[in-house]
């Protein structure tokens, strides 16, 4: 692995060494850490079309890219409908 130095303020590396210090790390990796959970634009947009090609694959779902972008919180609700359809199928195994 190459080392690499990078410049930030020195309150953001104290604070960088205060988190590292608690989790028991080091700066490096803990900048490491930080940057694998975040996703790049490319791969925000590949774990969208999956997630939509999912819920139109298994739970039928007929919404339209369109409507996914324009309904807010439609994965929310995507996600009640299989809650509530879960619920019922168990409450007709149980009966």
């Known amino acids: 692995?190459?080392?690499?130095?990078?410049?930030?303020?020195?309150?953001?590396?104290?604070?960088l060494a205060a988190l590292a210090k608690e989790r028991g790390t080091t700066i490096g990796a803990l900048v490491a850490?930080?940057?694998?959970?975040?996703?790049?634009?490319?791969?925000?947009?590949?774990?969208?079309?999956?997630?939509r090609r999912i819920l139109r694959e298994r739970m039928h779902s007929t919404l339209t890219d369109e409507e996914f972008d324009a309904t807010p919180h439609a994965l929310d609700r995507v996600y009640e409908i299989a809650r509530q359809k879960t619920q019922e199928i168990l409450r007709g195994n149980a009966a």
């Open 33 to 51: 850490s930080l940057a694998a959970e975040q996703l790049t634009a490319e791969q925000t947009r590949a774990r969208v079309a999956e997630a």
């Open 1 to 15: 692995m190459a080392d690499s130095t990078i410049k930030v303020p020195e309150a953001t590396r104290d604070h």
